[in-house]
């Protein structure tokens, strides 16, 4: 794992981190609350691994060039 990927994995961990604290802290939390946090999430993780590809396939073809 290369270390756009790592931190990409990191920043979504401590994301379900909190959520999971928040959920420990308050489990009343609503569940339009958690859906919308979770799909958050989710959103987020599918544009770092957009950008993660797109930097993966840059350097790929920087590569080949040399």
Do not use: Y
Request: overall charge positive; hydrophobic content about 45%; aromatic content about 2%.
């Amino acid at each position: 794992m290369n270390c756009a990927e790592n931190e990409a994995m990191n920043v979504i961990i401590r994301d379900l981190e909190m959520l999971i604290s928040q959920i420990e802290k308050n489990p009343k939390l609503s569940p339009w609350v958690m859906r919308m946090t979770v799909k958050a999430i989710q959103e987020k993780a599918e544009k770092m691994a957009t950008k993660t590809a797109q930097e993966a396939a840059h350097q790929k073809q920087l590569a080949l060039r040399n």
